[in-house]
Nanobody, 124 residues
Framework: QVQLEESGGGLVQAGGSLRLSCAAS????????MGWFRQAPGKEREFVGV????????SYADSVKGRSTISRDNAKKTVYLQMNSLKPEDTAVYYC?????????????????WGQGTQVTVSS
């Protein structure tokens, strides 16, 4: 059974930082690209970033580019999302997801497995 478990969310002041983690089990982690998505109240889920299966290719949404870093540790089967200079508009539930498309995709429909999400709240 595949499980993706996010952690590291919480309440932070604007300008602060958070590091989200997503631990995977039940899948060949290094065969999947890993994406991060977020969903704010009343809004659709949106792409945040993705890292390829090998870790050699990383893409970010314009809204977080320059403030966020995605990395992965295939030995630990974990992917990370480091977010800096957080803004109130970054407030959302953050999800990690795994895709069999090794190069990485931005469309949520291309993802096979999803975590339950972790809440990030940025106060002004």
């Amino acid at each position: 059974q595949v499980q993706l478990e996010e952690s590291g969310g919480g309440l932070v002041q604007a300008g602060g930082s958070l590091r989200l983690s997503c631990a995977a089990s039940g899948l060949s982690f290094n065969a999947y690209s890993m994406g991060w998505f977020r969903q704010a109240p009343g809004k659709e889920r949106e792409f945040v970033g993705v890292i390829s299966a090998s870790g050699s290719r990383i893409s970010y949404a314009d809204s977080v580019k320059g403030r966020s870093t995605i990395s992965r540790d295939n030995a630990k089967k974990t992917v990370y999302l480091q977010m800096n200079s957080l803004k109130p508009e970054d407030t959302a539930v953050y999800y990690c997801a795994a895709s069999i498309y090794v190069s990485g995709r931005i469309d949520s429909y291309d993802y096979n497995y999803w975590g339950q999400g972790t809440q990030v709240t940025v106060s002004s």
